[in-house]
């Protein structure tokens, strides 16, 4: 049949409308545009359940490491305390089995303890160290305050730091507002950055003697902490009653007068064992005069302990009293923050194990 011929031209037309334009597809590419959208929708969610899986577990792996190393650390706490128990029982064994009437650095209790292996890879070592074998610095504020402030100004000039350290120590536990000499009261500590004040009273610790040092002139910086702490110990007394057997030398031969400073007891570096503070001043007639601040027996102790567990350590001090009458010790206080120095070494041998040094 022949089309129908256009006026104008003569040429053949469609018979549809010329705003009408044919689309040509395939009859296949709608459901491709469709599976495209889906699929990459798929992908999209397993990317986002992936993620959500992986921080998931990370999570559930530092819950389980911490849950870990809070069970770790707890442990080590109890065997600490266990460790300390075992300290307490060696003291009141001392007292029942040694004697009460003297104590020396030839006991059990003062040689060291050998160090625990536990079973979960760890180790606990526990040290005992007489504290009367030290200079109560909380003696200044007692009835003997002169003669105590006499001594810790030889103590200074024994290890070679300025007598002005006395005065500071003097003011502060003193129950007045009076300068003695190169000390400090309020009036100077107010002025510090950050300011404090003067307790007057106690120590806490002997960690706070580096409070007092502004503008004293101590010469290296941790001449003090190397020199002076050691030597020195803050209990809940107001009396220095110092242990002839257990004193280093710089603590008893402060106790001698000024004049005699220079002489250094020949029995300082050998192990002491008097039975009486009489036996004492027989042999070393120079400390007749300091006989109320002798003895030789220890009612203060403190007590070390450490456990490693794995990677987690704990280090325990304790203050103990042992009652001199009935050998009872009871804790005074507890410190999480101190040193330890450990006397053990490893073993050539065997890495693992801890050996006690030779004494």
């Not at 011929?5 to 705003?19: A, E, I, Y």
């Not at 689309?23 to 959208?37: D, W, Y």
């Not at 290890?159 to 100077?188: H, K, Q, S, Y």
Request: net charge negative.
């Amino acid at each position: 049949m022949p089309l129908p011929s256009d006026v104008s031209t003569g040429f053949g037309r469609c018979p549809l409308s010329s705003n009408h334009v044919a689309r040509v597809t395939s009859p296949g590419s709608g459901n491709h545009a469709r599976r495209g959208i889906a699929l990459i929708t798929v992908l999209l969610f397993f990317a986002f359940m992936s993620a959500v899986a992986v921080r998931l577990a990370s999570n559930h792996a530092m819950l389980i490491a911490g849950s870990r190393n809070s069970f770790t650390a707890d442990l080590a706490l109890n065997y600490a305390l266990g460790g300390e128990e075992m300290a307490r029982q060696v003291l009141y064994e001392d007292f029942t089995n040694s004697g009460k009437d003297v104590d020396h650095l030839l006991e059990p209790w003062a040689r060291g303890l050998p160090p625990l292996s536990l079973d979960e890879g760890g180790a606990v070592e526990i040290q005992i160290h007489d504290l009367q074998g030290c200079f109560n610095i909380n003696a200044l504020g007692g009835g003997t305050a002169q003669a105590v402030h006499a001594a810790i100004i030889n103590l200074l000039n024994i290890t070679g730091l300025p007598p002005a350290i006395a005065d500071r120590v003097l003011d502060w536990v003193d129950a007045d507002e009076i300068t003695t000499g190169f000390g400090g009261e309020d009036n100077e500590y107010l002025l510090a950055k950050p300011a404090f004040r003067t307790p007057n009273g106690r120590f806490g610790d002997t960690s706070e003697i580096r409070m007092l040092l502004g503008g004293v002139e101590v010469g290296e910086d941790d001449a003090v902490n190397r020199q002076l702490l050691p030597l020195l110990c803050a209990l809940p007394i107001d009396q220095l009653q110092v242990n002839v057997n257990t004193a280093p030398v710089e603590v008893l031969s402060a106790l001698l007068p000024g004049s005699e400073l220079g002489q250094t007891p020949s029995f300082s570096n050998q192990p002491r064992n008097f039975r009486s503070v009489g036996e004492f001043v027989q042999s070393h007639p120079e400390y007749q005069a300091a006989t109320a601040m002798l003895r030789t027996t220890s009612e203060w102790f403190r007590i070390n302990v450490r456990v490693q567990i794995d990677r987690t350590t704990v280090i325990m001090s304790s203050v103990a009293f042992r009652d001199p009458a009935t050998g009872r010790v009871v804790i005074r206080s507890r410190d999480f923050g101190q040193d330890f120095r450990s006397r053990i070494r490893i073993s050539a041998d065997d890495e693992r194990t801890p050996v006690p040094e030779p004494s």
